[in-house]
């Protein structure tokens, strides 16, 4: 279904950001709403926010300057931090380190399982960010045959959540598989030099190891969460109308995204050290930007099927904590104030069908 205009005020600014970008030297400036006014001063005060190359809304925001901008009267700086996986960005917020931080759905919840006191904001993205791949001289054709074989997967990440519902799928115990727990780069490395047999991927990497002869044996959307934002509870319950800057800037973004795609490609090439032909693939064939943000049934039925894999794996003890985790997962609250112009009732019936 077409969705209408996420923030009215934007829709009056699209067509001035694409000109700047186009013909002017100064930096595009979203439009932000009312409740990004409604802030106190705290001076000397910092915003601990991640980037990452697999969330690119986060790249457009801190290449602008955006959050600066918005910030600039209360006081507060921003600190932007990589993260360069979704279990990179959970031992994050876990340890204090970031307030908001991008992860899988999946990542999300077995964070929140396992006791991390984080809260999903709202959703960024929705991809199709990861799938197994093999080198360019394998002989393997598909999940069966990695039964013996080595997988390199990133724990704690869509991709190995990814691999076991894979392997599930193809009948095979993830016993007879070695999975070696390497970071996202170090497993595309991994593949290349051949310590491993195959590589459960993320984009932009993936993407980027298929220009260089990496084959994909196996996609599978439905078995890949949603991107989600995350903050810890005690920055929402300490600082709530920084948290409102955040997802209101977060929607503005979205919005430039879809308006002036080429500059989105650019900024994530930039960023992720690609070329803007490969980044362009990401965006256009493997994510998909124009979404309804505000998590709910939809992300709560995929993570009940990926909640069972936390289970019988034993990344999570019992069943009751994932239920429980879902049941607290999403704080609504700030999204749907920057989300207000969308008729969210007709969304969600269209959605529940």
């Not at 000109?19 to 002017?24: A, P």
């Not at 918005?70 to 380190?97: C, H, P, Y």
Request: with cysteine.
């Amino acid at each position: 279904m077409k969705k209408k205009s996420l923030l009215a005020s934007v829709t009056a600014s699209i067509a001035t950001l694409a000109l700047v970008l186009t013909g002017c030297a100064s930096e595009p400036k979203p439009v932000v709403t009312e409740e990004a006014t409604a802030v106190v001063d705290r001076t000397g005060e910092t915003l601990n926010i991640d980037f990452a190359t697999y969330n690119p809304l986060s790249l457009l925001i801190k290449n602008y300057g955006w959050l600066e901008e918005e910030l600039a009267e209360t006081g507060i700086k921003v600190n932007w931090v990589q993260s360069l996986s979704s279990a990179d960005a959970n031992a994050k917020l876990l340890a204090g380190a970031l307030d908001v931080g991008s992860t899988a759905g999946s990542a999300a919840l077995l964070a929140r399982a396992n006791g991390s006191p984080i809260k999903t904001i709202e959703i960024y993205t929705q991809p199709e960010w990861a799938a197994l791949a093999v080198g360019p001289d394998s002989k393997i054709k598909d999940v069966a045959d990695l039964e013996g074989k080595k997988v390199a997967a990133r724990k704690g990440t869509d991709p190995y959540f990814f691999l076991l519902q894979a392997l599930e799928e193809a009948g095979v115990d993830p016993a007879t598989v070695t999975i070696e727990n390497l970071a996202h780069a170090d497993g595309k490395t991994a593949l290349f030099n051949g310590s491993v047999d195959a590589w459960a991927g993320l984009d932009p990497i993936l993407a980027g190891a298929e220009t260089e002869g990496a084959q994909l044996i196996y996609r599978n959307v439905d078995f890949l969460s949603y991107g989600f934002l995350n903050a810890t509870e005690s920055f929402i319950a300490d600082k709530p109308d920084v948290a409102q800057i955040v997802t209101n800037v977060y929607e503005q973004a979205r919005q430039y995204a879809i308006a002036n795609p080429d500059a989105t490609y650019a900024v994530l090439a930039a960023a992720s050290g690609l070329s803007v032909p490969v980044a362009k693939k990401v965006i256009t064939e493997r994510t998909l930007i124009d979404i309804n943000p505000i998590p709910g049934k939809k992300q709560t039925k995929l993570l009940k099927g990926i909640g069972k894999v936390f289970v019988a794996n034993g990344d999570v003890a019992t069943q009751a904590q994932v239920d429980e985790a879902l049941k607290t997962l999403y704080d609504t609250t700030f999204i749907k104030k920057s989300y207000k112009e969308i008729d969210v009732k007709a969304t969600e019936a269209a959605e529940a069908q």
